[in-house]
């Protein structure tokens, strides 16, 4: 069973290239942070490493950072402007009893992460509702499409910290 840091040296040893950062100084689990162009590469190095062996994708959420600037359109409703959107997964290895965490974060206006499906079959529903919820576009999933909004929503995203209800969906008043 490894440690985060250990973890995290292994994955400084093999990708010398990308931007790594171990997360310590919070009161939650510590994580890595890690580029959303890497995510997959990573991922796959993380599964197929036989002194890693994470074979389990547990969870996969999306997260609206509300980092940015409120700011006033000209109808008068407050949206962000700038900002980030994450999305954090947690990982297990079920044989070596190891668990990791990894954040990755994108930008508010294009939010695009790169999809981890073809590693972890359980991310692809996962995705599908960080795609709904939020709008973070996962680059190379085979069936981004909303899966709990209705198929013609064009309202966002509701997990957004700035969404608003429309007041009325295919001309029935929505009941807020």
């Not at 939010?111 to 972890?120: L, N, R």
């Amino acid at each position: 069973m490894k440690t985060t840091e250990e973890i995290f040296q292994i994955l400084k040893n093999n990708f010398p290239d990308s931007e790594l950062t171990l997360k310590t100084d919070i009161p939650l689990e510590q994580f890595i942070i890690i580029s959303p162009l890497d995510v997959d590469k990573i991922s796959l190095f993380l599964r197929d490493n036989p002194d890693l062996q994470f074979d389990s994708l547990m969870c996969l959420s999306g997260v609206d950072d509300f980092n940015g600037q409120k700011i006033k359109d000209e109808a008068g409703n407050e949206v962000m402007q700038g900002g980030t959107l994450s999305v954090y997964y947690h990982l297990e290895s079920t044989s070596l009893r190891h668990k990791l965490v990894l954040k990755t974060s994108t930008s508010r206006e294009n939010p695009e992460v790169v999809s981890v499906s073809e590693i972890w079959q359980s991310a692809n529903w996962h995705e599908r509702e960080a795609y709904d919820m939020f709008g973070i576009k996962f680059i190379n999933h085979p069936d981004l499409r909303r899966i709990l909004m209705p198929y013609d929503w064009e309202f966002g995203y509701p997990l957004r910290k700035d969404y608003q209800n429309p007041e009325f969906y295919q001309g029935m008043k929505v009941p807020y």
